[in-house]
């Protein structure tokens, strides 16, 4: 790696927390902050909209409250990964991180079982945190809990438990525990609940930042590098409504743009700015599509309308009428005054999008007749059920006028607040009011957006735990004083009295719709009459393992499918293509709707982590295998028979894993698997497929520890790359002395963590340290690594749960140089978990000069042509993921014959001989360990690309 500083890498950071130099307008934050535990606050909820910098809020307290350190310890936790963990699990999780991040001595402090706190959480308050409290001699705790909002969403039951029984109950019984939670903005306004507890949470809400502060954010990560006019300043802040992350994006596109164009030299002007608009958009896809996901059907509509009206200057509810004529009014404007209350629209007479480069972002992939569309999709069966019940049925649930029974009106819970009361509300027992007239009279007097009505039913059908119920069959009011001093019953604890007073005809009535009414995609009838999600994890083509990607016609043709109308099924699959073609299910539905047409199918199956973290990999998998069978499908197949895939969601969890194994053993007609993408996963798997001898090819899982005799390996293993890195580092830079940081729980990161130190340390070379992900500040683990351990270069090697500390360790590096500039940098180095555009944005300048070994390069000549006629298919590039799955599905494709069974496939597989321009470039034949014979590629970050490493030394080719 050159050491010296160089100008023209890119400062501003794109996805990731930043560090206390790049953040900008919040230390008024963090005096308050300090203020209130200092008042003993003991619940601090700090919440904003997505993406304003939360994380990086929680990142920076420990170093801005360090005067607080003598009475105050930190420990950050989040909750973004436990979004489906049950909550002794999240509590044995919570646990070993206060250890770890408080460097404890474990032999003291007596860890909980997860076994103990499943069956008892008073566990973790009543004997684990004590033994904290001893141990920190008179310290309070501060607990920080990010993506509190994440967790919420994904589990409402085990959130409530949480918040309600373990952290109130805890905060009550104790002095020396405070908790910071951070939430999304949307969820904190509708969340009456946290509110409601005003004597013990704090709020304080991160906003937008002003025009001054959004300036400095602007100009100082490239003072002295860039500079900019002040018309662009404005036109900036135009585009970004002071949002951080939005405004970093924009000038992050905006200093490529003057990179590449040797005009580092020159004022950023308005121009400039308009010039990289649509690169910026491209840039935050990501973060706006996250942005998307959380609002309503009917938010998605008023938000396409507003934002096509600030083209056209017609008034945003004539655009709706124009497209909808039946939709009620009154909820648009309830609606559009929500979005006005969370800022996503302007506080003006006027309405406006509030960020304007989400506007042009709506404008380009969320039109209005698209989102009317999916509204007509969700209420066009429902309108059918309801005009087939008799009128009478209907009466009792109506109030002044307002039809409750029915409530199609409403956005997402569009007939569901009913039957949802009936399986999950239940009314406090000392209310005798008709629950059709308390229904009705919530959607009457309701001022906040009707799509939150559930939560008020909630709120006005639950007895809150901690309040004292003064009531009385005559008098219906509530005491919501909490009081600290008595017994607070727990949440579960709930009164369970169904609303005798509900006509029968009602029920009847309501559960009749139900049974006819159809589930939209990715969900399911239970007991013949709920629609509750469908956690089935395998699909041919008969459910959707992508519920958050909008696609009606693919839909559609799940629906046909299930009926076994293929021929219509492959028709509305072939729509849904056409209507976005980087929709890789529906590619894959459509093959299959194909095969079973022939009849006879050849099935193999593909197991992928479907899960919000890992959902882009997921993707990447399918591609590949999704171009194998539609090319082999396209060629008239085998003697006419053609290729159905099943695809199974293993959520890169080793438990979710082992249920959808078993399903696919069970299948007979299921010929081999492509899969899992963890190590870990496979790994817990092998003796499963090996029992069934049901052959399995890995397109991802690199661990030397994966060994059977029915597994085949496609990819490097992390033996060839450990090798590859050591040779190099060792002969070619010249270094001798190196750390690792690694994930020791990982199979992948102590596997390659290994081959690379025993091949090092044979041809003479010394790991002098090894450090995990673990640690609060990396800067510490650089500055040691240099100076006392003398080290020159560090290993990375993440897995892909810790991607992001990796770039976080880079950014160490480069922090510790820039503070240090006499010293010698870390020349970093790592394997195939890094090669992604995400280090390129996210790691910016503290990634530039990384070296890393992957399986594949598009930028190479043998991978060109595959690269080529990947991106003609899928609109765009593909990573190394989509190629070894390419190669794994055409390895399965060859082994198959007429009389094809499991064990001729897996015989099969012995003697597959592809040549390169069968495969993603370069030859395929197994070795007799059923490892692949490939060379890994070395790659390097230059000017913000990954670059291939010619090791001869000759030349450097450019990746697209």
Same mark, same amino acid.
């Given at each position: 790696?050159?050491?010296?500083?160089?100008?023209?890498?890119?400062?501003?950071?794109?996805?990731?927390?930043?560090?206390?130099?790049? $953040?900008?307008?919040?230390?008024?934050?963090?005096?308050?902050?300090?203020?209130?535990?200092?008042?003993?606050?003991?619940?601090?909820?700090? &919440?904003?909209?997505?993406?304003?910098?939360?994380?990086?809020?929680?990142?920076?307290?420990?170093?801005?409250?360090?005067?607080?350190?003598?009475?105050?310890?930190?420990?950050?936790?989040?909750?973004?990964?436990?979004?489906?963990?049950?909550?002794? /699990?999240?509590?044995?999780?919570?646990?070993?991180?206060?250890?770890?991040?408080?460097?404890?001595?474990?032999?003291?402090?007596?860890?909980?079982?997860?076994?103990?706190?499943?069956?008892?959480?008073?566990?973790?308050?009543?004997?684990?945190?004590?033994?904290?409290?001893?141990?920190?001699?008179?310290?309070?705790?501060?607990?920080?809990?990010?993506?509190?909002?994440?967790?919420?969403?994904?589990?409402?039951?085990?959130?409530?438990?949480?918040? &309600? !029984?373990?952290?109130?109950?805890?905060?009550?019984?104790?002095?020396?525990?405070?908790?910071?939670?951070?939430?999304?903005?949307?969820?904190?306004?509708?969340?009456?609940?946290?509110?409601?507890?005003?004597?013990?949470?704090?709020?304080?809400?991160?906003?937008?930042?002003?025009?001054?502060?959004?300036?400095?954010?602007?100009?100082?990560?490239?003072?002295?590098?860039?500079?900019?006019?002040?018309?662009?300043?404005?036109?900036?802040?135009?585009?970004?409504?002071?949002?951080?992350?939005?405004?970093?994006?924009?000038?992050?596109?905006?200093?490529?743009?003057?990179?590449?164009?040797?005009?580092?030299?020159?004022?950023?002007?308005?121009?400039?700015?308009?010039?990289?608009?649509?690169?910026?958009?491209?840039?935050?896809?990501?973060?706006?599509?996250?942005?998307?996901?959380?609002?309503?059907?009917?938010?998605?509509?008023?938000?396409?309308?507003?934002?096509?009206?600030?083209?056209?200057?017609?008034?945003?509810?004539?655009?709706?009428?124009?497209?909808?004529?039946? $939709?009620?009014?009154?909820?648009?404007?309830?609606?559009?005054?929500?979005?006005?209350?969370?800022?996503?629209?302007?506080?003006?007479?006027?309405?406006?999008?509030?960020?304007?480069?989400?506007?042009?972002?709506?404008?380009?992939?969320?039109?209005?007749?698209? !989102?009317?569309?999916?509204?007509?999709?969700?209420? %066009?069966?429902?309108? %059918?059920?309801?005009?087939?019940?008799?009128?009478?049925?209907?009466?009792?649930?109506?109030?002044?006028?307002?039809?409750?029974?029915?409530?199609?009106?409403?956005?997402?819970?569009?007939?569901?607040?009913?039957?949802?009361? $009936?399986?999950?509300?239940?009314?406090?027992?000392?209310?005798?009011?008709?629950?059709?007239?308390?229904?009705?009279?919530?959607?009457?007097?309701?001022?906040?957006?009707?799509?939150?009505?559930?939560?008020?039913?909630?709120?006005?059908?639950?007895?809150?735990?901690?309040?004292?119920?003064?009531?009385?069959?005559?008098?219906?009011?509530?005491?919501?004083?909490?009081?600290?001093?008595?017994?607070?019953?727990?949440?579960?604890?709930?009164?369970?009295?169904?609303?005798?007073?509900?006509?029968?005809?009602?029920?009847?009535?309501?559960?009749?719709?139900?049974?006819?009414?159809?589930?939209?995609?990715?969900?399911?009838?239970?007991?013949?009459?709920?629609?509750?999600?469908?956690?089935?994890?395998?699909?041919?083509?008969?459910?959707?393992?992508?519920?958050?990607?909008?696609?009606?016609?693919?839909?559609?043709?799940?629906?046909?499918?299930?009926?076994?109308?293929?021929?219509?099924?492959?028709?509305?699959?072939?729509?849904?293509?056409?209507?976005?073609?980087?929709?890789?299910?529906?590619?894959?539905? &459509?093959?299959?709707?194909?095969?079973?047409?022939?009849?006879?199918?050849?099935?193999?199956?593909?197991?992928?982590?479907?899960?919000? !973290?890992?959902?882009?990999?997921?993707?990447?998998?399918?591609?590949?295998?999704?171009?194998?069978?539609?090319?082999?499908?396209?060629?008239?197949?085998?003697?006419?028979?053609?290729?159905?895939?099943?695809?199974?969601?293993?959520?890169?969890?080793?438990?979710?894993?082992?249920?959808?194994?078993?399903?696919?053993?069970?299948?007979?007609?299921?010929?081999?698997?492509?899969?899992?993408?963890?190590?870990?996963?496979?790994?817990?798997?092998?003796?499963?497929?090996?029992?069934?001898?049901?052959?399995?090819?890995?397109?991802?899982?690199?661990?030397?520890?994966?060994?059977?005799?029915?597994?085949?390996?496609?990819?490097?293993?992390?033996?060839?790359?450990?090798?590859?890195?050591?040779?190099?580092?060792?002969?070619?830079?010249? $270094?001798?002395?190196?750390?690792?940081?690694?994930?020791?729980?990982?199979?992948?990161?102590?596997?390659?963590?290994?081959?690379?130190?025993?091949?090092?340390?044979?041809?003479?070379?010394?790991?002098?340290?090894?450090?995990?992900?673990?640690?609060?500040?990396?800067?510490?683990?650089?500055?040691?690594?240099?100076?006392?351990?003398?080290?020159?270069?560090?290993?990375?090697?993440?897995?892909?749960?810790?991607?992001?500390?990796?770039?976080?360790?880079? %950014?160490?590096?480069?922090?510790?140089?820039?503070?240090?500039?006499?010293?010698?940098?870390?020349?970093?180095?790592?394997?195939?978990?890094?090669?992604?555009?995400?280090?390129?944005?996210?790691?910016?300048?503290?990634?530039?000069?990384?070296?890393?070994?992957?399986?594949?390069? /598009?930028?190479?000549?043998?991978?060109?042509?595959?690269?080529?006629?990947?991106?003609?298919?899928?609109?765009?590039?593909?990573?190394? /993921?989509?190629?070894?799955? &390419?190669?794994?599905?055409?390895?399965?494709?060859?082994?198959?014959?007429?009389?094809?069974?499991?064990?001729?496939?897996?015989?099969?597989?012995?003697?597959?001989?592809?040549?390169?321009? !069968?495969?993603?470039?370069?030859?395929?034949?197994?070795?007799?360990?059923?490892?692949?014979?490939?060379?890994?590629?070395?790659?390097?970050?230059?000017?913000?690309?990954?670059?291939?490493?010619?090791?001869?030394?000759?030349?450097?080719?450019?990746?697209?």
């Amino acid at each position: 790696m050159n050491t010296s500083f160089k100008p023209q890498r890119n400062p501003y950071v794109l996805g990731r927390p930043v560090n206390q130099a790049l $953040l900008f307008g919040r230390e008024s934050l963090f005096v308050d902050i300090r203020h209130y535990l200092q008042q003993h606050k003991q619940v601090i909820v700090l &919440y904003g909209q997505r993406r304003i910098g939360k994380s990086s809020v929680v990142r920076n307290i420990t170093n801005q409250l360090q005067d607080l350190q003598e009475n105050f310890v930190f420990v950050t936790f989040s909750l973004e990964y436990y979004s489906q963990q049950s909550l002794g /699990r999240i509590l044995a999780e919570l646990a070993k991180e206060i250890i770890s991040d408080l460097s404890l001595e474990q032999e003291n402090i007596k860890i909980p079982e997860i076994t103990d706190l499943e069956s008892n959480d008073g566990v973790f308050s009543k004997e684990f945190l004590p033994q904290i409290y001893q141990a920190l001699n008179g310290k309070n705790l501060v607990l920080l809990l990010d993506d509190f909002d994440i967790f919420i969403n994904k589990h409402t039951e085990i959130s409530l438990k949480l918040f &309600y !029984e373990n952290l109130f109950s805890i905060i009550h019984n104790t002095q020396k525990l405070f908790v910071i939670l951070l939430m999304d903005k949307k969820l904190f306004n509708i969340s009456k609940k946290i509110r409601s507890f005003e004597n013990i949470v704090t709020v304080k809400e991160i906003k937008l930042l002003d025009q001054n502060t959004t300036t400095n954010l602007i100009n100082q990560p490239a003072q002295n590098i860039l500079e900019y006019g002040d018309d662009a300043i404005q036109a900036i802040f135009k585009l970004s409504a002071g949002h951080p992350y939005f405004t970093q994006v924009i000038c992050f596109a905006i200093f490529s743009r003057a990179r590449e164009n040797n005009k580092l030299d020159d004022k950023v002007n308005r121009e400039d700015v308009e010039a990289i608009i649509d690169k910026a958009i491209e840039l935050a896809e990501a973060g706006l599509s996250w942005f998307w996901e959380e609002f309503s059907i009917l938010e998605k509509i008023v938000l396409s309308a507003v934002a096509e009206s600030q083209e056209t200057s017609e008034d945003y509810l004539d655009l709706i009428k124009a497209n909808k004529a039946d $939709l009620d009014i009154n909820l648009i404007i309830k609606t559009k005054e929500y979005l006005k209350e969370n800022e996503f629209l302007e506080q003006t007479k006027d309405e406006k999008v509030k960020i304007e480069l989400f506007r042009k972002w709506i404008r380009q992939t969320h039109p209005l007749t698209e !989102e009317i569309g999916t509204l007509e999709k969700l209420t %066009q069966k429902e309108t %059918q059920s309801d005009a087939q019940l008799p009128e009478e049925n209907i009466t009792g649930l109506t109030q002044k006028g307002t039809k409750v029974g029915v409530i199609h009106e409403l956005p997402l819970r569009k007939n569901k607040v009913f039957s949802h009361i $009936l399986r999950k509300y239940y009314i406090n027992e000392n209310n005798n009011m008709e629950l059709s007239q308390i229904i009705a009279q919530i959607i009457e007097n309701t001022t906040t957006n009707t799509s939150n009505i559930h939560y008020e039913i909630e709120d006005r059908f639950f007895a809150k735990p901690y309040e004292i119920a003064n009531q009385t069959t005559s008098n219906h009011e509530v005491n919501h004083e909490v009081n600290t001093r008595q017994k607070k019953p727990p949440i579960l604890i709930i009164i369970i009295l169904v609303c005798l007073s509900v006509s029968t005809s009602i029920i009847l009535a309501t559960i009749y719709r139900l049974y006819t009414q159809p589930c939209p995609a990715g969900e399911k009838k239970e007991f013949g009459i709920w629609c509750v999600v469908d956690n089935s994890r395998i699909s041919r083509g008969d459910k959707t393992l992508f519920p958050n990607i909008t696609n009606i016609r693919r839909d559609q043709g799940i629906q046909a499918f299930k009926k076994g109308d293929y021929q219509q099924a492959e028709k509305l699959f072939k729509q849904a293509i056409q209507a976005n073609n980087t929709d890789v299910e529906s590619r894959i539905y &459509y093959n299959n709707a194909l095969a079973r047409q022939k009849g006879s199918p050849f099935t193999l199956a593909v197991v992928v982590p479907i899960d919000r !973290e890992t959902n882009n990999i997921a993707q990447e998998i399918l591609r590949g295998v999704a171009q194998a069978q539609n090319q082999f499908n396209q060629n008239k197949g085998l003697n006419g028979r053609l290729l159905e895939i099943v695809i199974g969601n293993d959520s890169n969890n080793s438990n979710e894993a082992k249920a959808v194994v078993n399903a696919i053993i069970k299948d007979s007609s299921i010929l081999g698997v492509i899969g899992h993408n963890s190590s870990d996963v496979t790994k817990s798997l092998l003796q499963d497929y090996e029992k069934a001898k049901l052959a399995i090819i890995s397109p991802t899982a690199t661990s030397a520890d994966l060994k059977s005799s029915v597994f085949f390996r496609v990819v490097d293993s992390d033996k060839i790359t450990g090798q590859k890195l050591a040779n190099y580092v060792f002969n070619s830079l010249k $270094l001798k002395q190196v750390v690792i940081f690694a994930n020791p729980e990982s199979a992948y990161s102590k596997s390659i963590s290994e081959a690379f130190t025993n091949d090092f340390q044979k041809q003479g070379g010394e790991v002098v340290k090894k450090y995990s992900f673990n640690s609060s500040f990396f800067g510490d683990d650089i500055d040691e690594s240099i100076n006392t351990y003398k080290a020159e270069a560090a290993m990375l090697f993440p897995d892909t749960k810790n991607t992001g500390k990796a770039i976080e360790i880079a %950014q160490a590096n480069l922090d510790f140089y820039k503070n240090r500039p006499d010293q010698q940098m870390l020349q970093l180095l790592g394997g195939d978990t890094l090669y992604s555009y995400e280090t390129l944005m996210q790691g910016g300048e503290a990634v530039e000069g990384m070296i890393l070994s992957v399986p594949w390069f /598009r930028g190479t000549s043998a991978a060109e042509e595959f690269a080529k006629k990947s991106k003609e298919l899928w609109g765009g590039d593909v990573s190394w /993921r989509t190629a070894t799955s &390419y190669d794994a599905t055409q390895a399965f494709i060859k082994a198959l014959s007429n009389n094809a069974s499991r064990q001729t496939v897996l015989e099969g597989l012995k003697n597959v001989d592809l040549s390169a321009n !069968e495969t993603s470039g370069y030859p395929l034949k197994f070795t007799d360990n059923m490892e692949r014979d490939g060379k890994p590629v070395l790659l390097e970050v230059k000017n913000g690309k990954f670059v291939q490493i010619d090791e001869s030394k000759a030349s450097l080719l450019d990746s697209p």
